[in-house]
């Protein structure tokens, strides 16, 4: 009897890797309202009226604040023109009095006269007068729309004042 030897060889079977499943997303469901009174909602991608308001209030209240403290920067930068235009008059009465030893006759030119120096009348936004005498003068700075401190005035001596000034505010704080 013939023996047939045979090698057995093991059948390899295919390696099978690890099944990997896919990673699965949260989904976010959309936000549902209940319709009110027989109306359907559908989903849209705007926003709420809630947060629509609440956008226009907080807009609202940031103009709120920052409106007044806009127009009191405007009217300090306003008020500063005047101080300059006033300082620059003065400087011109001092050069009357050197060449005429008097005060008394003295008008200011026409480009002193308002403030802005050189504006017309019809812009300016302080009108100035002179009140002169022999030996003194007060100019006088008159703003053409409300302001906090009024008047202001400034005399040969270099004398800084606001005679009325409003809103409680003071002549030092006008001249600042």
Not at 7 to 27: D, R
Not at 55 to 62: D, E, N, S, T
Request: proline share 7%; with cysteine.
């Amino acid at each position: 009897m013939h023996r047939s030897t045979s090698v057995h060889k093991p059948v390899q079977q295919p390696v099978q890797e690890p099944v990997q499943k896919p990673l699965q997303t949260e989904t976010r469901k959309p936000r549902h309202h209940a319709p009110a009174r027989g109306f359907s909602l559908t989903l849209s991608g705007g926003f709420s009226l809630i947060e629509l308001l609440i956008a226009v209030a907080l807009v609202g209240i940031l103009a709120g604040i920052a409106y007044p403290a806009y127009t009191s920067h405007v009217q300090r930068a306003h008020r500063a023109e005047a101080r300059a235009v006033l300082l620059e008059a003065a400087q011109y009465m001092e050069r009357y009095y050197s060449a005429n030893t008097s005060y008394a006759s003295a008008s200011l030119p026409d480009r002193l006269s308002h403030s802005p120096a050189g504006s017309t009348a019809a812009d300016a936004r302080y009108t100035l007068a002179v009140t002169a005498e022999a030996t003194s003068f007060t100019l006088t700075a008159t703003p053409t729309k409300a302001d906090g401190c009024g008047a202001l005035t400034l005399n040969q001596l270099g004398v800084r004042a606001a005679p009325s000034p409003v809103s409680g505010m003071t002549a030092e704080s006008c001249w600042r």
